[in-house]
């Protein structure tokens, strides 16, 4: 079973308008529910793949009863801890007159040091079950870093490999946990080591960097087209795979997270790991809604996943 950590819950919905402007009523021609949470996000992704999958986190309110129903839709196990305030809703508005996009998002959980309490307590006893954790994210109010750097130590005490998503400040502080695989884009490894990450062997070196430091393999997206994977025993560049049509970016990492956890889970090389993330993510863009994909899809792309052997 893998196993994924959402602090910070959040669904996404989708409104495609012919057009927009400020001095009329909007009215949207299609509307589409998707997931959001790099973890949760990911556990949808393995629910269409097949894949045994429980979802932890902190949820509220409306918006978190439907987080609970999307991913229970994709047979994915829910263990959530009810807190105060709403699980994030991400809405989307994509104008299709000039192809532009654009997000409004608001944070709202109230988590107090009783949630967190309870939390763990479930989530030592889940942790019984699991072969992989995956958590990230950003955090909501109430939480700080050292929450992913206790969950981490947790889960890697009893022997359970950890996938790590960034996207919330003082990273490395969470690495001192030593997680055995971050994901991170080109902005977060910066800050990370602490200078711009302009070209290839940039990303290289920090990643290597960080993997000495720290023992923690790094898969970093360098932009739309490429991505660098540093492991420990060899390092590749992977090219974007070509779609038919990108529908749509959101989630996309979810998919990365949920190929990269399959391998750790059936001990396959983390190479085979990388190519189903790939691979998934890209039947993520072919979607409409945020972090959905199908598994033909991902089935059909995954024999175009390219490593190439770096430098």
């Given at each position: 079973?893998?196993l ?10 989708a409104?495609?308008i012919?057009?927009?402007?400020w001095?009329g009523p909007l ?17 949808w992704?393995?629910?269409e ?14 918006s978190g009863?439907k ?5 229970e839709?994709?047979?994915v ?21 000039n192809?532009r996009?654009t997000?409004i ?15 763990m307590k ?17 955090l909501p109010?109430g ?12 889960a890697?005490?009893k ?13 490395s502080n969470?690495?001192?946990a ?6 991170l884009?080109r902005?977060?490894l ?12 940039d ?28 492991l420990?025993?060899?390092?590749y ?5 070509k779609?038919?049509q990108?529908k ?22 983390i190479?085979?790991?990388?190519r ?6 890209s ?5 409409s ?19 190439i052997?770096?430098?």
């Amino acid at each position: 079973m893998i196993l994924t950590v959402t602090p910070n819950s959040a669904i996404d919905w989708a409104l495609f308008i012919p057009h927009f402007n400020w001095e009329g009523p909007l009215h949207a021609d299609k509307a589409i529910w998707g997931m959001a949470g790099k973890p949760s996000s990911a556990a949808w992704v393995l629910g269409e793949l097949g894949v045994d999958t429980i979802a932890m986190g902190f949820a509220a309110g409306t918006s978190g009863e439907k987080m609970i129903e999307l991913l229970e839709q994709k047979n994915v196990e829910t263990d959530f801890i009810w807190v105060s305030g709403e699980t994030r809703l991400n809405v989307h508005v994509f104008d299709r007159e000039n192809g532009r996009q654009t997000l409004i998002a608001v944070d709202t959980l109230e988590i107090t040091n009783a949630h967190i309490e309870r939390f763990m307590k479930r989530f030592i006893k889940k942790l019984k079950q699991a072969k992989v954790l995956i958590t990230g994210g950003s955090l909501p109010a109430g939480l700080t870093p050292d929450f992913f750097r206790e969950i981490i130590t947790t889960a890697k005490e009893k022997g359970v490999p950890v996938v790590l998503n960034s996207g919330f400040p003082h990273f490395s502080n969470v690495l001192l946990a030593s997680p055995d695989l971050i994901n991170l884009n080109r902005a977060h490894l910066s800050s990370v080591v602490g200078y711009e990450i302009i070209s290839v062997e940039d990303a290289y070196q920090a990643a290597r960097a960080i993997l000495e430091k720290y023992g923690t393999q790094v898969l970093v997206t360098l932009d739309n087209e490429r991505s660098l994977a540093v492991l420990k025993e060899s390092a590749y560049r992977i090219p974007a795979l070509k779609v038919e049509q990108i529908k749509n970016t959101y989630g996309a990492e979810g998919g990365i997270l949920a190929g990269i956890a399959y391998a750790l889970a059936n001990q396959f090389p983390i190479e085979d790991g990388i190519r189903l993330g790939a691979a998934a993510s890209s039947a993520v863009t072919m979607t409409s809604a945020a972090a959905d994909c199908r598994k033909d899809d991902v089935e059909r792309l995954l024999s175009k996943v390219e490593l190439i052997p770096y430098p």
